[in-house]
DNA sequence: TCTTCTTACACCTTTGAATCGT
DNA sequence: AACGATTCAAAGGTGTAAGAAG
């Protein structure tokens, strides 16, 4: 293992930084040596990357069938696994990879009639979280020497979780998405992302299983299930003849076992084995039985990649410096006999041509004019611009219609031929973007543009005095499952020792407990200045009813947050805070139906700074797919945000297609500056720049039109746009200024200053998440670890309000480090985490709510 | 009354440390 | 002493059922 002791200039590197800093606050020469200038980047291969879903065949079963997730207050896991494989990557360039789920629409379901309906509009959104891979961050080498398991990431329906589980609704369809993040390391996030949707592998929450056939198919599947099948000891037949014996004597006992009879190796073997086709066929019956399900049928069902645009890595950096060996690890062995079992049958089964999914597609799929248009879009888009290698992955390619409801298609290719009894239902548009930002992202402007929700840091490479060489993130090799041969060595984890990190200014914005980490606090305080924000109720505002939401999170301008660079100055730090401009969710949600949407007729333009940033001069050019001004208005948020990394990053890079230049800060956002806020959130307004990872619920807003849906009475959350929110940045502020963010009287001075006062450190570098906003799905704000900010935690825990909250839009990002991460990770140290041993990987923190 | 959620339970797998053998 | 294989116990993951909450 690496260690501290071995790479002492390591230890707290990357971690702290992300943790903490922002690059505002990182001292300048840290970041800015080992930045390579975004043309350097460039050229690099990441537009091939590809990724694919490894037991597709198992998550197209259960997809057919309708894939409930179980989501419990102490967190649980998700099966079928999501596993994938990935390739194109520059085996010398590090990566983090990331998970988050988002929304597929508003609705919430209930299971009726042996399949899912929608019965009312979804609650507000809760904070997004991300999943960050254990072993991130890693060589591409190393991500596509192995199979790349997310089975450690958590579902909570818990809105208090203080262990930085994904918070979830329960009774309502989320769609996982992998981001692929070039990166130095934890802090300097960058460049180029890749987003992956794999339409089969959304799923319903639930918290308690509701189709039987789910349950078996679980049960055969899961290894952990064992117990409960026919031959198991958990079977029905045991467990009744438990319950006798314990209401009669030991005599019945005895029969009642003999009765069960159930255990004979032989036959479970050959059972477990069979289960997957029995499954299957289990499935292929059920498939009729979806009515309400929309059955999606991928033509290649494969995984649907959204290649990026080739992205221009600037970040040659440390690639020389990366061992390459990595170990290909198998991280769930059992699972993947079980998997791989299934799989087979389910090739059988299902019909690898493509799959169908049992979910129900919501009445507003039908209200969707027409999805395929943004799938079309985004996947021409991609493939345009994109250069996709044919990669079976890429739902790019696939049609669009297989989710019904989701005309943006595009977010689901591999649905897009669903029948109409589909189990899905149509998939909102704004998971369509997320969809489309595969597509999108891609290049060198995503390198500039940031995922919304993941935190992205490409301004690092342009940022040079502050970026954060040393970040330093140790690997420990010893605990990697995985191996990273190189990642071990220095060269390969740029450390980033910065001592002052661990005092991070940061403070958790919200403490984890927070009650309401759903409702994003702030939409209408943080940005008065947004006319939605304020007269419409934001979905995480708690007060307002999810349902009204107009504007769920996006109209917040979750922070995105990020990771500074590590700031030599504990208490000081800048922070961008960017916007999401609720006006495109709105528009796209329909804004009829809302009453919101007439009070966010926020246009794009309007809602995105139009006020050129200094800080975001201009970042590379990522255009849209589709040329619609709506749409590259979602998108354009993202990519305001990213240029404003971008630009920070990348002065090199090409002007941004958009008017506007980088997001401009939101005068109300100044108001308010959360140092979540700084966090860069891109927000969006401007259209032609596309982030890196696009929200989709961004790519809804795209297409407002597309979803004039009047069947939805509220207006999604995840409708809101995040791109709408302008990103601002925030001057560095002082500790003391932190808990002002609690209340947002005190932080408002800061805010002007905040917007622009970041030249230095665009948000982008530290990330920018627009995810954070419940109303805009992917506009995650970072949060430090409180950890870090030991003295702030204190002070900020005692000081800090409730209402803090409010004024807060954006979501403040937490990142906590996996302990058994293959890599060895200082920031695990750095952070306080959970007690809980099993929360393995790391957990960003979109929400408002810290978590500690 | 119905739906949804929480909790306890038993079974099972996984994981890590300890032990043993080479 | 070093390394690998085996064993063991603890921790954690599962679905189920009962009960509680709304």
Redesign the pocket.
């Known amino acids: 293992m690496l260690g501290v002791e071995m790479y002492p200039s390591l230890a707290l590197g990357p971690q702290r930084r992300s943790d903490c800093c922002y690059r505002d606050e990182a001292p300048a020469h840290v970041l800015a040596p080992r930045l390579p200038p975004a043309a350097e980047t460039s050229g690099t291969p990441q537009n091939q990357v590809r990724m694919e879903l490894e037991n597709a065949a198992m998550w197209k079963q259960f997809s057919t069938v309708g894939t409930e997730m179980?989501v419990?207050?102490k967190g649980?896991?998700m099966?079928p696994q999501l596993r994938v494989k990935l390739s194109g990557l520059n085996p010398s360039l590090r990566y983090i990879l990331l998970l988050d789920i988002v929304p597929v629409d508003s609705s919430r379901y209930?299971?009726q009639d042996s399949s899912w309906q929608v019965?009312g509009g979804a609650e507000a959104r809760l904070p997004d979280r991300v999943f960050i891979h254990p072993d991130s961050p890693a060589t591409g080498e190393h991500w596509q020497n192995r199979t790349i398991s997310f089975h450690r990431a958590?579902l909570t329906?818990?809105t208090l979780d203080a262990q930085g589980y994904i918070i979830l609704h329960?009774?309502h369809r989320y769609q996982p998405r992998v981001h692929v993040i070039e990166a130095r390391d934890v802090l300097m996030w960058g460049r180029a992302q890749h987003s992956f949707i794999f339409p089969e592998t959304q799923f319903i929450t639930?918290?308690?299983?509701q189709n039987s056939k789910i349950?078996e198919l679980?049960?055969n599947s899961?290894?952990?299930?064992?117990?409960?099948r026919e031959n198991?000891?958990?079977c029905?037949k045991?467990?009744e003849a438990?319950l006798k014996r314990k209401v009669t004597s030991g005599q019945e006992e005895s029969l009642d076992i003999e009765s069960c009879d159930p255990?004979d190796s032989t036959e479970l073997l050959p059972q477990s084995v069979e289960i997957p086709s029995s499954a299957l066929s289990m499935i292929n019956t059920a498939l009729p039985m979806t009515d309400s399900g929309f059955h999606t049928e991928v033509p290649s069902l494969p995984d649907q990649t959204v290649s990026d645009r080739p992205l221009v890595l600037g970040q040659a950096f440390l690639s020389s410096e990366i061992p390459s060996s990595m170990e290909s690890q198998q991280q769930?062995?059992?699972?993947n006999n079980v998997n791989n079992t299934l799989m087979d049958g389910s090739g059988q089964m299902m019909g690898l041509s493509g799959y169908s999914s049992a979910f129900p597609t919501p009445q507003l799929s039908s209200s969707l004019p027409q999805s395929s248009s943004i799938y079309s879009v985004v996947s021409s888009t991609q493939s345009s611009d994109l250069e996709l290698p044919p990669s079976s992955t890429t739902y790019t390619s696939m049609p669009p219609s297989d989710y019904p409801g989701l005309n943006t298609s595009t977010t689901m290719p591999s649905s897009t031929t669903s029948p109409p009894g589909s189990s899905y239902p149509p998939i909102s548009p704004h998971l369509l973007p997320s969809s489309s930002y595969h597509a999108l992202l891609p290049t060198d402007q995503s390198q500039d543009n940031l995922s919304p929700h993941t935190p992205t840091n490409p301004p690092f490479q342009s940022i040079p005095p502050s970026s954060c060489q040393g970040s330093g993130l140790m690997i420990d090799p010893g605990r990697n499952q995985v191996d990273d041969g190189g990642l071990g060595s220095n060269a390969t984890t740029p450390a980033v020792q910065n001592p002052n990190q661990t005092a991070f200014p940061f403070p958790p914005v919200q403490s984890s407990n927070d009650p309401d980490p759903s409702s994003p606090p702030c939409q209408s305080l943080s940005f008065p200045p947004v006319p939605q924000c304020n007269s419409i109720p934001t979905p995480s505002d708690p007060n307002t009813t999810p349902t009204a939401f107009p504007f769920p999170p996006t109209a917040q301008s979750t922070p995105n947050s990020i990771m500074t660079a590590s700031n030599p100055n504990p208490t000081l730090f800048s922070f961008h805070h960017i916007q999401q401009n609720p006006s495109l969710s709105l528009s796209t949600s329909g804004p009829a139906h809302t009453p919101a949407a007439g009070s966010f007729p926020v246009s794009q333009s309007s809602s995105i700074p139009t006020v050129p940033n200094p800080v975001y001069p201009t970042t590379g050019s990522f255009f849209f797919p589709s040329t619609n001004v709506s749409h590259q208005g979602p998108m354009q948020s993202v990519s305001n945000v990213l240029h404003a990394t971008a630009a920070y990053a990348v002065p090199s890079f090409p002007a941004p297609k958009h008017s506007a230049p980088a997001p401009l800060p939101n005068p109300a956002h100044t108001s308010y500056p959360h140092p979540l806020q700084s966090l860069t959130l891109p927000s969006s307004s401007s259209i032609h720049s596309v982030p890196a990872i696009p929200n989709t619920t961004q790519i809804q807003s795209a297409f407002p039109q597309s979803f004039p849906n009047p069947s939805f009475p509220h207006i999604p959350a995840q409708m809101a746009n995040p791109t709408q929110i302008p990103s601002q940045t925030f001057p560095p502020i002082q500790s003391s200024q932190l808990l002002s963010q609690f209340n947002p009287a005190s932080t408002h001075p800061q805010c002007p200053s905040s917007s622009n006062a970041y030249p230095a450190v665009a948000p982008s570098e530290i990330g920018s998440f627009s995810q954070l906003n419940s109303a805009a799905p992917y506009l995650p704000d970072v949060v430090l670890h409180p950890s870090l900010l030991p003295s702030l935690d204190s002070s900020l825990s005692s000081s800090a309000p409730p209402s803090l909250y409010n004024p807060f839009p954006s979501y403040s990002l937490r990142l906590c480090q996996d302990p058994?991460s293959s890599l060895h990770l200082p920031i695990r140290h750095i952070y306080r985490q959970p007690q809980?041993?099993?929360a393995q990987g790391s957990y960003f923190d979109l929400g408002a709510r810290a978590v500690f």
């Open positions: 179980i419990t207050k649980r896991r099966f209930r299971f019965v958590k329906n818990n329960s009774l639930v918290t308690a299983y349950t679980k049960i899961n290894p952990f299930a064992k117990g409960f198991g000891m958990n029905k045991q467990r438990r255990c769930t062995a059992s699972e058994r809980h041993a099993h």
